[in-house]
Structure formats: structure tokens, C-alpha cells
């Protein structure tokens, strides 16, 4: 199984960015997904699942609103559409799978994507 997560960079406070988590080696429509991310000394923390058909999804509080997770499974993709961006989101973002939606730990870990917001 691969998850190879895309779309970090540097943006503005209340910006916005995109991020893509394509994966592979996994019947992707049968697969939870989740956004996790680190910020620098921090522990890593969730962000968002959604269940295999996006039909149920969850958020950390602290994103509710602003962050929205969808996938497109004909093309084994997740997103996270992240909008007014605070700089408190600054962390590399992790993309996860698991069969299950939103278990107690992931089973399979992609590479992060760096996030940076600047005040």
C-alpha cells in the first residue's frame, strides 16, 4: 500500500490550499480515509476521516468549518480542502487508510505534506 500525499505550501493567513492524497495497492473504495498532521514539537493530531463511500465524515474541532475532506474514488484520491487558513495550521499533513472508519489507529501511513501559514 502507498499514499503519497501532495499539494503543501506557503500561503497567507486566510488563504486557502488543497491537499491530494493518491493511493495505491488497496481497493481504495472500500477504505476509510483520515488527515492527520505535526506541528513542530507538537504530537500529531487528527484532522479528518471520511468512511469508504464519503458518506459519513468527521473533524477535529478545531477545523469544523473550515476544512473539508472528499475523495473521488475512480481516481483513488483523498482531499482536504483546507479554507481560511490560520497560522496555527502550520504542520506537515498526513494522509492515512484504513478498513475501517475512523478506528482507534490507522493501518497505512503516507509521507507528509508541509503546510505553512504566515500571519
Known amino acids: 500500500v502507498q499514499l503519497q500525499a501532495s499539494g503543501g505550501g506557503l500561503v497567507q493567513a486566510g488563504g486557502s490550499l488543497r491537499l491530494s492524497c493518491a493511493a495505491s495497492g488497496l481497493t481504495f473504495s472500500s477504505y476509510g480515509m483520515g488527515w492527520f498532521r505535526q506541528a513542530p514539537g507538537q504530537e500529531r493530531e487528527f484532522v479528518a476521516a471520511?468512511?469508504?463511500?464519503?458518506?459519513?465524515?468527521r473533524y477535529a474541532g478545531s477545523v469544523k468549518g473550515r476544512f473539508t475532506i472528499s475523495r473521488d474514488n475512480a481516481k483513488n484520491t483523498v482531499y482536504l480542502q483546507m479554507n481560511s487558513l490560520k497560522p496555527e495550521d502550520t504542520a506537515v499533513y498526513y494522509c492515512?487508510?484504513?478498513?475501517?472508519?475512523?478506528?482507534?489507529?490507522?493501518?497505512?501511513w503516507g509521507q507528509g505534506t508541509l503546510v505553512t501559514v504566515s500571519s
Open positions: 492515512a487508510a484504513d478498513v475501517n472508519y475512523f478506528p482507534r489507529e490507522f493501518a497505512y
Open positions: 471520511d468512511s469508504w463511500s464519503g458518506g459519513s465524515t
